[in-house]
């Protein structure tokens, strides 16, 4: 695949282009060079650890350990791009997955979001205009509060992002405001829509940003909860460089260990591994080693079959949700059923604000939902919401059956009410 040439000086901020390597972390690599004599690095003296050996056990009976090299290595600091082992067994997963330009690099973070919130500060120069899905994904909308940026609203529908919508945006976009350089997408199992875009949606908006010279932010942590075929990650699409994307082991590992990575152009993943290195250093070695035993005793298929099985639970809750939902909340509220993640969006008939509702009354009733005005980036100017979003990925069938029950019940009670 031919890769066209990008700009990217044009996407970093001006404090990004002025980076420079740690003085220290950049001796790393030099200190596993046959012969070198260091007396760089600050690093504790090894032998002084604690740990001789860490074994995993697995549900299924198995006992993995964790390779003795592989420990030494992780119990002290190492790259901040991950570990080299993981680092690239996670490169050729992606090749395989998602055929990416042949000029692509991997980082390790601490959880995906840890990787997503350092692109946007490598890419974000004071008076940028950020496009956002909305509602989008609270956890990076906070961020963006606190960031020199504006968020501007990106129209979604059953499908996710309107192709249509966002090309009129772009081309009607105001000549005396800076045009937006990058948008921000979970394209799969949207959180908090639980809505997929299709491949013929993505396939349109990469023509868009083609078009408008856009990076795209693919934020993916639900690829491989999709209930049915996987729709090709904007990744497999990519033919300039302009994908950045973001995956997870928190859904199908443990969320506990906190190990995500990002895939894309050197030259932009090497400026977000110089925000790593002022930050927090590196990723937990230790976790990419606990990662790294279990995925490379599977190996590939291994893998793939374990997040099969994965989707599979979660198909199963959601179809379960989904039933209790129509027998509760039928007449009462509408949603789209997913096809893939762990949420559902609802949107409450007779209800002109969920907020209050929700936060106060359903918390009486024993029911925990979130308000659905949480998921857009400019609250005032939505208004009152009638959407809510619930999860299903932790609930027994016999509490979604009891929790709608409440669910609904509260709607008819505040109903009555309204109309008296």
């Not at 700009?7 to 950049?26: G, N, V």
């Not at 729709?231 to 082991?249: A, E, K, N």
């Not at 609250?379 to 929790?403: H, I, W, Y």
């Amino acid at each position: 695949m031919t890769v066209s040439t990008m700009d990217y000086q044009h996407y970093l901020s001006e404090s990004s282009k002025a980076r420079k390597p740690s003085a220290i972390r950049r001796l790393i690599p030099l200190t596993k060079l046959p012969g070198m004599i260091s007396f760089g690095a600050g690093a504790p003296n090894g032998d002084l650890f604690p740990f001789e050996g860490i074994s995993i056990s697995l549900k299924n009976g198995q006992s993995l350990q964790i390779d003795s090299q592989i420990l030494n290595d992780s119990l002290t600091y190492g790259p901040s791009d991950g570990i080299p082992p993981l680092n690239s067994w996670l490169k050729e997963l992606q090749r395989l997955q998602h055929s990416p330009p042949k000029d692509f690099v991997v980082s390790i973070g601490t959880g995906s979001q840890d990787l997503v919130t350092k692109a946007l500060q490598v890419l974000i120069s004071p008076g940028d205009n950020v496009l956002f899905e909305s509602p989008g994904y609270v956890g990076i909308i906070a961020f963006l509060r606190h960031q020199p940026c504006n968020l501007v609203d990106v129209e979604l529908d059953s499908h996710g992002v309107v192709p249509a919508k966002l090309r009129e945006q772009l081309q009607n976009w105001p000549t005396d405001k800076r045009k937006p350089k990058m948008i921000y997408t979970v394209p799969v199992g949207g959180n908090p829509t639980g809505v997929s875009q299709t491949l013929e949606r993505k396939k349109e908006i990469y023509e868009i940003a083609r078009e408008h010279n856009l990076l795209i932010l693919e934020d993916d942590p639900y690829y491989y909860l999709q209930f049915g075929d996987k729709i090709p990650s904007y990744l497999s699409m990519d033919v300039d460089g302009r994908v950045l994307r973001f995956d997870s082991m928190s859904k199908i590992l443990s969320s506990g260990l906190r190990v995500g990575w990002a895939t894309g152009p050197a030259e932009l993943i090497n400026v977000m591994n110089l925000v790593t290195q002022t930050a927090n250093l590196q990723p937990s070695s230790v976790a990419q080693a606990i990662t790294y035993t279990l995925v490379e005793s599977w190996g590939y298929t291994g893998f793939l079959e374990h997040t099969l099985k994965v989707a599979a639970f979660y198909k199963g809750r959601c179809e379960a949700f989904c039933h209790y939902g129509r027998k509760h909340l039928t007449g009462l509220a509408d949603w789209v059923e997913p096809d893939s993640g762990m949420f559902v969006w609802f949107y409450l008939k007779g209800i002109e604000d969920s907020f209050d509702l929700i936060l106060t009354k359903a918390v009486e009733k024993k029911v925990l939902l979130v308000p659905g005005i949480e998921f857009y980036c400019h609250p005032k100017e939505t208004g009152p919401c009638q959407f809510v979003r619930a999860s299903f990925s932790n609930v027994s069938e016999q509490d979604m059956d009891l929790g709608l029950e409440r669910l609904a019940s509260l709607l008819r009670e505040h109903i009555a009410e309204s109309n008296k």
